[in-house]
Every structure is written in structure tokens, then in C-alpha cells.
């Protein structure tokens, strides 16, 4: 597999493994597919739809881009304060349930 068996246009020698190597990241493109199904599912069975919104602005999820917690106060009609405080709380309850594999 490390032997040369070839060599490149500029004369250096190639090995097999060279030839198939392949920089494949598809067990991670799986891995992260599935974190992000695991973290949508959790977002969607958080209860109360203005929490469900503030993370989806706030984060860009569903194609969105991400907001400011000014932008979203105002669109709310909150105060950033408030949306701080929320988003706080939100996010640490997904990463207990990440963690522990449960839901809300």
C-alpha cells in the first residue's frame, strides 16, 4: 500500500494509497444529520410557541437568518432582557436532554 507504484506529473513518487485515498466525511455528515433531527425534535416539543420562536430567530433554524436579541425583542414586543432570559433557560434544557437523551 506505501510502496511507489507510480509517479505524478511533477516526478514524485505515488502509492496506492494515494491513488484511493479519499478524504470521506460521511459518518460524520451522518453523525451531524442526526444531532440536528435529535435537536428539531426537541425544539418542536418545547411547550409554549413564543419559546419555540425566540430559538428559532434567534438561531436561523428553518432557513432563517439568525436574529439579535434586539431584533427579536422588537419583533416580540418583549424586552432583550426577557429574550436573554429565555433563550438561557431554553438552551440549557437542550443540553440536559441532549445529554440525557430525553425530551421536554
Not at 2 to 21: A, K
Not at 23 to 45: P, Y
Request: with cysteine.
Amino acid at each position: 500500500m506505501s510502496d511507489p507504484i507510480e509517479t505524478d506529473s511533477e516526478g514524485n513518487p505515488l502509492t496506492l494509497m494515494d491513488i484511493i485515498y479519499s478524504d470521506d466525511t460521511i459518518v460524520d455528515d451522518i453523525d451531524d444529520k442526526s444531532k440536528l433531527r435529535k435537536l428539531k425534535e426537541l425544539i418542536d416539543n418545547i411547550p409554549g410557541e413564543r419559546d419555540k420562536t425566540i430559538l428559532t430567530l434567534r438561531y436561523g433554524l428553518s432557513g432563517r437568518e439568525p436574529m439579535t436579541q434586539n431584533e427579536v425583542a422588537k419583533l416580540l414586543g418583549i424586552s432583550r432582557s426577557y429574550v436573554s432570559r429565555i433563550e438561557t433557560r431554553l438552551l440549557e434544557k437542550l443540553r440536559e436532554q441532549l445529554e440525557n437523551n430525553t425530551c421536554l
